[in-house]
């Protein structure tokens, strides 16, 4: 084993899992997002929700299109970078992410395309069960994601049979508690992805003073979703929290900066960890909060990393700041979902343009505090990689060369770098144009869409 | 249950390599083309089934690790390399769909982005196929070779038959898909795919059995194997005629059926090994436990409902010849 082959696949498993997280965490908000209007389409019969609907529609398209791109790479990578866990944990993590794919991949490809070309042929019922079961798709999805990560994180259900791990009760591995709570707060995390993305492009239509009627609904039902789904957030964070603190204590004392075991435990706020001297310099920490926060109570004991051996102990600076990080995420978002649908109820949304301005800008956090989430998951659990029973060192492909493993990080670097640009750009000309419907001129050649015919080009304006 | 998954397995590469074998090929055909006119239509006539033929490798790179978790294991950690530079030319010519639609000035890279990764990801297929039969070093189920042991000129020429291969099955969609001059173009591209193609397959059926002598004893053990490459003559005469005759549906069939037999023979010469000659198919399967919690629900709902919508999906885009714009 080359321990920089070990590295480089590393960083290329984190780059390019981080990478294709940003598109699902979306396109799960967003299905939600659309069945939801299109519920009120059929309840209520007002055309500016299918307008809205017909807008989000196309963005979902693409979202969707990048994710699935950037998904087959993740079929692959297991074998390629990481084939002593593929061989070990296959008959396990195999049949979960084959679910995946069959399920999630027969789900949303059949009635995505019901969405794209059935509007007239379908009774809109039947559209509506559509729409819904393509946001099921998503969810599900997520749900063998989780099922599969959620194993990583806490084993269970199985028996080693020749180093190999063999299932011996799928039940306890698809009801594991821990994925019961991981899983909710993914899907949370994915609809005030989505929220704040819609409440995003609202305000900066509100802001243009363009496409009124549709960015106040916009707007509005974007702050309204999110009002009520960060708190909901928030206790499946701390119920997550929890988890960790009973499973996995070298995570928490890492996440907790903590040490050494203390009684009753502070609560570090900030500091800046050193792992060479085992202590935080420049702490800033409320007594007793962290045995309320650890266990809720005044006078628990909580455990510190010195409780364990230094070859057991993750990293703790990545962490710690993460974790911090998606907390201030978090609440910036409550403040403002919360401020907001005050105002709006109010009637003084509209006028308030700093709000606006806020949450126009908000938009990269929900993506930020996802991918700080999954960095304190997944860094927390090192140095395993099935925590506690196999090490990510010995997971890694044996016969991998550092040549080799540079090569296709490079790969993989120049090419999402590619198509992060001009999907971003894409993406960006899309929400520009806006949802009016525009004249469709006749396209002079032969169009070479499907992959998303509602992406008419004359739709999208250019420079 | 583990013959069941091998089914599956075997079942979905071959769906694959048809399927996205004709869209891969239009893709290489699209840079003999000048012609914008013609490369739009090319475009167009894969554009709405690309991603849904590609799903079929994501569905047997799963299977793979789920049912044979050993052979994922060994073959894609030693064709590391291939590996990523098919899926780096399957990405490029993924999202050159809709980024060349809207770029103007970058439109020539674009265009360069889904034929160079459609040749690259066709040549990478055919190179590991070639690897496979020539016989990789695997010792005691782990992969003993270094990054470039897949690099032989054996794999090279079986690289170059895929995408003759592919460019074959692509010529013949667009026959099927497009009127006028570009099925006149695509006609005159099948003849010559054709017999290029007959002639390296002829070169790469001798070299496998000169090359490596297992394989040669496979074949004299087993003399009922000559009938596959007798289905693929068969087969190639009415390509011929088919072409020749100017039927627009033909072509099509004949081509897979070829496809088919090259691709029986070489699953049945190794059966039953997946890995020649060093891992059976009894050795890689995963437990019981795995295989019987895959065949209650993917196995036995999902992947039934996972044909029809192909079919289908087919259906719908099936009209002949259809003037591209019309969609």
Redesign the interface.
């Known amino acids: 084993m080359d321990a920089l082959a070990l590295l480089l696949s590393r960083l290329q498993f984190a780059f390019t899992i981080s990478f294709h997280i940003i598109f699902p965490s979306f396109t799960i908000g967003v299905a939600a997002w659309l069945t939801v209007l299109e519920a009120l389409h059929v309840a209520t019969g007002r055309p500016l929700y299918r307008q809205v609907f017909d807008f989000w529609l196309k963005i979902f398209g ?1 979202a969707f ?2 994710g ?6 993740m ?2 990578q ?4 990481w ?2 866990l ?2 070990l944990t ?6 979960l ?7 999630a ?2 789900l949303e ?2 009635f995505f ?1 019901i969405l794209l ?1 059935g509007r007239s042929r379908v009774s809109p019922w039947f559209y509506l069960l559509s729409t819904g079961i393509v946001a099921l798709g998503t969810m599900l999805s997520s749900f063998w994601i989780m099922a599969n990560n959620s194993w990583m994180q806490w084993p269970v259900g199985y028996v080693v ?1 020749d180093g ?1 791990f ?3 009760d ?1 039940h306890k591995i698809l009801f594991s508690p821990v994925l019961w709570v991981r899983f909710p707060h993914m899907l949370f995390a994915s609809f005030i992805t989505g929220a704040f993305c819609v409440a995003a492009t609202g305000a900066w239509y509100v802001l243009r003073s363009e496409f009124g009627p549709e960015g106040r609904l916009m707007l509005r039902m974007g702050l309204y979703l999110a009002a009520v789904l960060v708190p909901l957030q928030l206790f499946f964070g701390h119920l997550t929290g929890d988890y960790v603190h009973d499973y996995q204590p070298t995570k928490f004392a890492a996440i907790e900066g903590r040490w050494h075991d203390e009684q009753p435990a502070s609560e570090v706020l900030i500091a800046i960890p050193d792992a060479a001297h085992e202590a935080n310099r420049f702490a800033i920490s409320v007594p007793v909060l962290g045995s309320v926060i650890g266990s809720l109570s005044l006078h628990s004991k909580e455990v510190g990393l010195t409780d364990f051996p230094r070859d057991q102990r993750p990293p703790v600076a990545i962490p710690f700041f993460s974790f911090r990080i998606m907390v201030g995420c978090g609440l910036i978002l409550l403040f403002i979902a919360w401020f907001g649908t005050y105002l709006a109820r109010k009637g003084r949304l509209e006028q308030n343009r700093v709000l606006l301005w806020l949450t126009f800008l908000s938009f990269p956090l929900p993506f930020i505090a996802t991918l700080m989430g999954w960095f304190t998951a997944e860094v927390g659990r090192q140095p395993w990689t099935i925590f506690g029973v196999l090490r990510t060192a010995q997971a890694v ?5 550092a ?2 493993a540079f ?2 990080l490079t ?2 670097c120049t ?1 999402y770098g590619l ?1 992060f640009v ?2 971003t750009l ?1 993406i960006y ?1 899309l929400l520009r144009a806006g949802p009016a419907d525009r004249l469709v001129l006749p ?1 002079p ?9 509602v ?1 008419d ?1 004359s739709l ?1 304006v ?1 420079e | 249950m583990v013959l069941f998954w091998f089914s599956v397995l075997a079942f979905s590469i071959l769906l694959y390599v048809l399927l996205d074998g004709f869209d891969l090929g239009v893709g290489i055909l699209f840079g003999l083309s000048r012609d ?2 013609r490369r ?2 090319m ?2 006539s894969v ?6 033929n ?2 079929w ?3 047997s ?3 793979l ?3 044979f ?2 052979v ?10 291939p ?3 098919m ?2 030319g ?3 010519r ?2 050159a ?6 770029a ?1 000035r970058l439109r020539i890279v674009w265009g360069l982005a889904f034929c160079g990764g459609s040749v690259l990801a066709a040549f990478m297929q055919g190179v590991m196929v070639g690897a496979l039969v020539e016989g990789l070093p695997v010792v005691h189920g ?6 470039f042991s897949w690099l032989s000129p054996f794999a090279v020429l079986c690289g170059v038959g895929l995408c003759l291969g592919y460019s074959l099955l692509g010529a013949c969609w667009l026959v099927r898909k497009c009127g006028g001059e570009t099925q006149a173009w695509a006609y005159r591209l099948i003849a010559g795919l054709s017999v290029a193609l007959g002639l390296l397959l002829a070169v790469v059926f001798v070299l496998a059995l000169a090359l490596n002598p297992r394989v040669m004893d496979r074949w004299l053990e087993r003399p009922y194997l000559f009938v596959f490459p007798l289905i693929g003559v068969v087969a190639a005469i009415v390509l011929a005629l088919g072409v020749r005759r100017r039927r627009v549906r033909a072509p099509g069939y004949a081509a897979a059926v070829t496809f088919i037999a090259a691709f029986a023979t070489f699953a049945i010469t190794f059966w039953p090994y997946m890995v020649p000659f060093s891992i059976t198919v009894d050795q890689a399967a ?2 019981h ?2 295989l019987a ?2 065949f209650w ?2 196995g036995l709902f ?2 039934p ?2 044909l029809i ?1 192909t079919i289908v ?1 087919y259906r ?1 885009f099936r009209a002949d010849g259809m ?3 019309q ?1």
Do not use: C, H, K
Not at chain 1, 78 to 81: A, E, I, R, S
Not at chain 1, 397 to 401: E, R, V
Not at chain 2, 142 to 147: K, L, T
């Open positions: 693409v299109g990048l699935v791109v950037t998904g087959i790479v079929a692959f297991f074998g390629t970078n084939s002593a593929s061989r296959g008959p396990i993590q195999g049949p992410l084959s679910y995946e794919t069959f399920t991949f027969y490809a059949s395309g070309f049979q190999v063999v299932p011996s799928w492909t044996p016969t991998l060369t040549r080799s090569i296709s790969v993989f090419i198509i001009f999907g894409f000309r396209a050649w032969p169009r070479a869409y499907r992959a998303l015919p992406l080009p999208v250019r | 914008e006119y739009r239509e475009m167009a554009a709405p089934v690309w991603d849904g590609e799903t490798l994501i569905v790179g799963v299977v690790w789920g049912a978790p050993i994922y294991a060994t073959l894609f950690s030693a064709f590391y390399l590996l990523i530079f899926l780096a399957l990405i490029l993924g999202v769909f809709e980024f060349r639609e809207n103007r782990d992969y003993a070779g270094s990054d995963a437990p436990a795995s919690f895959m629900g993917e999902v992947l409902l996972m919508y999906g719908v003037n591209s714009s969609y």
